[in-house]
């Protein structure tokens, strides 16, 4: 069973890694902050099925589902479109917001695909070993390191752009 104190210090060792993650996926930062609140609440909510020993890797499977589920939503919406009013879109002031470093990385990261970006978000910004990782993404050891080869091969093509 999951103890109050147990979830606490996952909160505390996994909150800024997570948020690196998310932040690069959305730009959003009460995206991010709402993801990662949902993903704890959740593991809370089940705390007497879990294994305090296997925290972490629940914890970055849930947020890594939040954020895929969270992301296939916002490209219905993309495609759908709603007035600003009802899907929290970014405001222009927010967007200025952002230097021109983050926006060209935003609009590199955006350009790849999916599960590349997510190998390069999860092994460079967020630090996760790759035996981890891949074990995270249910992938194996090789597979995982030719993903990140050829996304950060690309990345670097889109920010030469």
Same mark, same amino acid.
């Given at each position: 069973?999951?103890?109050?104190?147990?979830?606490?210090?996952?909160?505390?060792?996994?909150?800024?890694?997570?948020?690196?993650?998310?932040?690069?996926?959305?730009?959003?930062?009460?995206?991010?902050?709402?993801?990662?609140?949902?993903?704890?609440?959740? %593991?809370?909510? =089940?705390?007497?099925?879990?294994?305090?020993?296997?925290?972490?890797? *629940?914890?970055?499977?849930?947020?890594?589902?939040?954020?895929?589920?969270?992301?296939?939503?916002? =490209?219905?919406?993309?495609?759908?479109?709603?007035?600003?009013?009802?899907?929290?879109? !970014? =405001?222009?002031?927010?967007?200025?917001?952002?230097?021109?470093?983050?926006?060209?990385?935003?609009?590199?990261?955006?350009?790849?695909?999916?599960? !590349?970006?997510?190998?390069?978000?999860?092994?460079?910004?967020?630090? %996760?070993?790759?035996?981890?990782?891949? !074990?995270?993404?249910? %992938?194996?050891?090789?597979?995982?390191? !030719?993903? =990140?080869?050829?996304?950060?091969?690309? *990345?670097?093509?889109? *920010?030469?752009?």
């Amino acid at each position: 069973m999951l103890s109050r104190q147990g979830l606490e210090a996952a909160y505390v060792r996994l909150e800024r890694p997570l948020y690196n993650y998310l932040y690069r996926w959305f730009w959003h930062p009460e995206t991010c902050c709402d993801l990662i609140h949902d993903a704890f609440e959740r %593991i809370w909510r =089940k705390r007497a099925d879990i294994d305090e020993g296997r925290i972490d890797a *629940l914890v970055w499977t849930t947020v890594i589902n939040l954020g895929r589920n969270r992301h296939r939503r916002d =490209k219905l919406l993309d495609w759908m479109p709603l007035p600003p009013t009802l899907t929290g879109a !970014s =405001k222009p002031d927010q967007e200025a917001e952002l230097g021109e470093r983050n926006r060209r990385l935003r609009d590199a990261l955006d350009r790849l695909p999916d599960m !590349s970006r997510e190998v390069v978000l999860l092994d460079i910004f967020c630090g %996760i070993p790759p035996d981890r990782l891949a !074990s995270l993404l249910r %992938i194996p050891a090789g597979t995982l390191a !030719s993903r =990140k080869h050829a996304a950060v091969r690309r *990345l670097k093509e889109l *920010l030469d752009e």
